[in-house]
């Protein structure tokens, strides 16, 4: 695609339901990023994949926050049983290769737990 | 690890006025990129600037500029002209061989 698309663009949810939020970056980018952003907050790296493994999930902030990456195209992340705090924008960005300098950025999930 | 850190979360600047946003960093490796991102309220973020360590000259896109001080791991962002525009969250990064780090944002309003 012509920019890294995200779905949906806004996502409300009652506390304790699951939720999925998807990333589908440009085509031929092998490096894929999650990142959060709450209210006012600079933006809190979640995990990184190349194609289809992810050698960094360093910032998945519990075990209720998962990933996948399939075909080394399309990303999902799964929170589980949502919480309040996890209300925030769920930004994702794809480059070439992971030391390509510019990060394509999407327009992010606002998601919001009731 | 490394950190980024931008003081001020609110910057406001007249229409055609030049105003600089500052960003420090921590890093103890010697290769590494820096970076401004802009975010409008469409939450995209856009890359407006971008500085390569190795480099000593500091890098200029059009209005944009950066004063980069390696020794002071300082890397701040100058907008010259400024246009209503430019009204957004500006983002310092940092870029080593690990993760893109983020800053806290600056807000910056522009009053016409």
């Known amino acids: 695609g012509a920019g890294v698309s995200q779905s949906p663009s806004n996502k409300v949810t009652e506390k304790g339901k699951d939720v999925e939020l998807r990333c589908d970056p440009i085509s031929g980018h092998t490096a894929l990023y999650w990142y959060r952003q709450s209210l006012g907050q600079g933006l809190e790296f979640l995990i990184y994949?190349?194609?289809?493994?992810?050698?960094?999930k360093s910032g998945l902030p519990s075990d209720r926050f998962s990933a996948e990456r399939t075909g080394g195209s399309v990303s999902t992340l799964t929170i589980q049983r949502t919480q309040q705090e996890d209300s925030a924008v769920y930004l994702c960005?794809?480059?070439?290769?992971?030391?390509?300098?510019?990060?394509?950025f999407g327009s992010g999930t606002q998601l919001s737990v009731l | 690890a490394q950190t980024v850190t931008q003081s001020q979360p609110e910057m406001s600047v007249q229409e055609a006025e030049t105003v600089t946003l500052s960003c420090t960093y921590d890093t103890s490796e010697s290769d590494y990129y820096l970076f401004w991102y802009k975010q409008p309220p469409s939450r995209q973020m856009i890359l407006v600037i971008r500085?390569?360590?190795?480099?000593?000259q500091n890098a200029t896109e059009n209005r944009f500029s950066v004063n980069f001080q390696k020794a002071a791991k300082s890397f701040s962002l100058k907008i010259s002209d400024s246009q209503l525009g430019d009204a957004a969250m500006y983002f310092c990064?940092?870029?080593?061989?690990?993760?893109?780090?983020f800053g806290q944002g600056t807000r910056l309003t522009i009053n016409p």
């Open positions: 994949f190349q194609g289809n493994s992810a050698p960094d």
């Open positions: 990064a940092y870029r080593g061989a690990q993760k893109l780090v």
């Open positions: 500085q390569e360590a190795y480099k000593q």
């Open positions: 960005a794809s480059s070439f290769r992971r030391y390509n300098e510019k990060l394509f």
